[in-house]
């Protein structure tokens, strides 16, 4: 099978397109709004993008709360959507009004981050600090606007639960991450294997 993606006739029943880029890492992201209202909701569009500085992002379908507390605050924190945590990510993907507080509307509990204002799930095993560095709209071929925005952040500050160091390493199917495959479906990372680059000899 082959489409042509732009105009994107592809003949079945749902664009395929995210079923075909996965798995994705689920950025669970915790904000303030200017008023200090916390928000909560999770992003499939999320990954790590450079290690030194650490620099993640998030892509925005619409201007949502995320992107724009994150871009007026410039804070942010990337809390880890595991397993044993699935439905209230889910929960926390409602579409609430400007406001709500989704960690509590799921049965979360919001402790003080280290260095960003905006707090962390306590009952995530992971959670990564952030200060904004800059939000890029997107755009196509064509050069219009597509409503779909990238917002880049700065870790600064990093949560590790301890059950999930191991002989000084993370194990990180000790925390059982979810991840976001295409339509309504996910998988759970709980079986890990190991591959060394191979080297060139000289």
Request: proline share 7%; glycine share 8%.
């Amino acid at each position: 099978m082959f489409y042509d993606a732009v105009e994107n006739r592809h003949g079945l029943k749902h664009d395929p397109f995210k079923a075909l880029v996965v798995p994705r890492p689920i950025g669970w992201i915790s904000t303030l709004d200017r008023d200090g209202r916390v928000n909560l909701a999770p992003y499939s569009f999320f990954n790590a993008f450079a290690t030194n500085p650490h620099i993640v992002a998030f892509g925005s379908t619409g201007w949502k709360h995320s992107a724009t507390n994150a871009d007026e605050g410039g804070e942010f924190v990337c809390n880890l959507a595991t397993w044993e945590l699935r439905a209230q990510v889910n929960q926390s993907s409602a579409p609430y009004p400007a406001g709500v507080d989704e960690l509590a509307t799921a049965g979360l509990t919001a402790v003080p981050s280290r260095i960003v204002k905006p707090p962390r799930v306590a009952e995530s095993p992971v959670a990564l600090e952030c200060r904004h560095l800059q939000t890029i709209p997107l755009i196509g071929l064509d050069g219009a606007d597509t409503d779909q925005w990238l917002v880049l952040g700065q870790v600064v500050g990093i949560h590790i639960d301890e059950r999930l160091i191991v002989d000084g390493m993370v194990d990180i199917s000790r925390a059982r991450p979810i991840a976001r495959l295409g339509y309504m479906d996910y998988s759970v990372v709980d079986d890990v294997f190991q591959m060394r680059r191979p080297t060139l000899e000289t």
